[in-house]
């Protein structure tokens, strides 16, 4: 038996193949915004934390600024930005220690700020 091209209708065909197309790219995007959502201490939890505290003004060594978390723990971030250079600013910061480097302030933990944020 022949099947002729003339009988079969091929406009249907595209509209199930488009809507295969677009399901797939809505999961996709869902599926990859599942992860984008996530911070970076979440996805470095093992490593890093969530630290919520006040920045301080340090008159050492010149002076700098330190965050002492709300438990009375002492932080010596090496980037703290700009903005958040404000004595008395309490912040919510996700940081991570850096066991590997030493500082001359001999002041609180060494840290990288990965986050951070006003309260």
Same mark, same amino acid.
């Given at each position: 038996m022949?099947? %002729?091209?003339?009988? =079969?209708? +091929?406009?249907? /065909?595209?509209?199930? &193949?488009?809507?295969? +197309?677009? &399901? %797939? !790219? &809505?999961?996709?995007a869902l599926a990859a915004g599942t992860t984008a959502c996530r911070t970076a201490c979440e996805v470095n939890e093992d490593t890093s934390r969530w630290v919520t505290g006040t920045v301080k003004? &340090?008159? !050492?060594?010149?002076?700098?600024?330190g965050i +002492?978390? #709300?438990?009375?723990?002492? =932080? #010596? $971030?090496?980037? /703290? $930005? #700009?903005?958040f250079k404000e004595d008395g600013l309490r912040v919510k910061a996700c940081m991570k220690q850096l066991e590997d480097r030493v500082s001359f302030r001999m002041w609180g933990t060494l840290v990288e700020i990965i986050e951070i944020k006003r309260l």
């Amino acid at each position: 038996m022949r099947y %002729s091209m003339r009988h =079969f209708d +091929v406009s249907s /065909l595209k509209g199930d &193949i488009e809507m295969k +197309v677009y &399901i %797939s !790219l &809505i999961c996709l995007a869902l599926a990859a915004g599942t992860t984008a959502c996530r911070t970076a201490c979440e996805v470095n939890e093992d490593t890093s934390r969530w630290v919520t505290g006040t920045v301080k003004h &340090i008159e !050492l060594e010149g002076g700098f600024y330190g965050i +002492v978390g #709300d438990q009375g723990n002492k =932080f #010596d $971030p090496v980037n /703290l $930005p #700009d903005r958040f250079k404000e004595d008395g600013l309490r912040v919510k910061a996700c940081m991570k220690q850096l066991e590997d480097r030493v500082s001359f302030r001999m002041w609180g933990t060494l840290v990288e700020i990965i986050e951070i944020k006003r309260l």
